[in-house]
């Protein structure tokens, strides 16, 4: 199994990044964690239009899946496949926009739900994440998990536990979760992610959703002095192999 980080940026692009898309790759089977704005241009490098298997978003945030709409279009422009391509299967929330699922043709939306799911090769589970009433974690496996957007809670701690690579949010640092109104920010700080890796004793922490107006030489440090393992910053090209060392790809 492989990841391909696609985009990494969080809540808005970057100037050097599309919003969070994930490629996981085995077997021949593709596999896209989120599908953010401008991801599916940075996409092409990696997979084409008609190589994507199946779409998991952890949520309904528009910088978690917009860009699924560029996929759906070029699966169904003509003189790319004169003949229909079968339907991409989309695990989404059940809050995902209707426009989504006015294309049942090209994509076959199911709900998510807690629990266990198979994509191809991948034994994958979900659990409820604290961010929107309807925001999913990922856990691919032993190899990866997916954080998605979330505050720090039981249920993530516990789909985390062993897993080899922890795929966190770092949306900012612990000293500005203070400044929130009500203390209701519901992410993780590069200081969580840091921790929770800790917690999951996972052999890789890779910090990503980095809002565009942060340092990531600051998150990366906020991370490494609460983290166990290795810590590195999401960029795209970053390519990552469970049980081997990160190397780019692009």
Do not use: N
């Amino acid at each position: 199994m492989r990841l391909v980080v696609v985009g990494s940026s969080g809540s808005v692009p970057g100037p050097d990044s599309p919003c969070s898309c994930y490629l996981v790759e085995d077997d021949g089977y593709r596999l896209l964690l989120d599908v953010g704005p401008g991801a599916f241009g940075a996409l092409q490098a990696y997979a084409a239009p008609h190589e994507i298997d199946a779409v998991v978003l952890s949520h309904a945030h528009g910088d978690h899946w917009e860009d699924l709409k560029h996929l759906a279009y070029a699966r169904t422009h003509r003189p790319l496949y004169p003949d229909p391509l079968p339907p991409v299967t989309v695990v989404g929330p059940r809050d995902l926009p209707e426009v989504v699922r006015q294309l049942p043709d090209v994509l076959a939306v199911q709900e998510t739900t807690e629990g266990a799911l198979r994509l191809g090769p991948f034994d994958l589970r979900l659990a409820r994440a604290p961010h929107t009433d309807h925001s999913f974690a990922v856990r691919v496996g032993d190899a990866l998990c997916y954080t998605g957007d979330s505050a720090p809670c039981v249920a993530l701690e516990e789909l985390a536990a062993g897993c080899e690579v922890l795929l966190a949010e770092a949306s900012g640092f612990d000293d500005g979760r203070e400044a929130v109104e009500g203390g209701a920010w519901q992410h993780l700080t590069a200081g969580d992610a840091g921790r929770l890796s800790a917690l999951s004793g996972s052999r890789l922490l890779v910090l990503t959703h980095l809002r565009p107006w942060h340092d990531p030489a600051a998150l990366l440090a906020e991370a490494a002095a609460h983290a166990s393992c290795p810590v590195v910053v999401a960029r795209t090209g970053l390519t990552v192999a469970p049980s081997t060392a990160p190397a780019d790809r692009g």
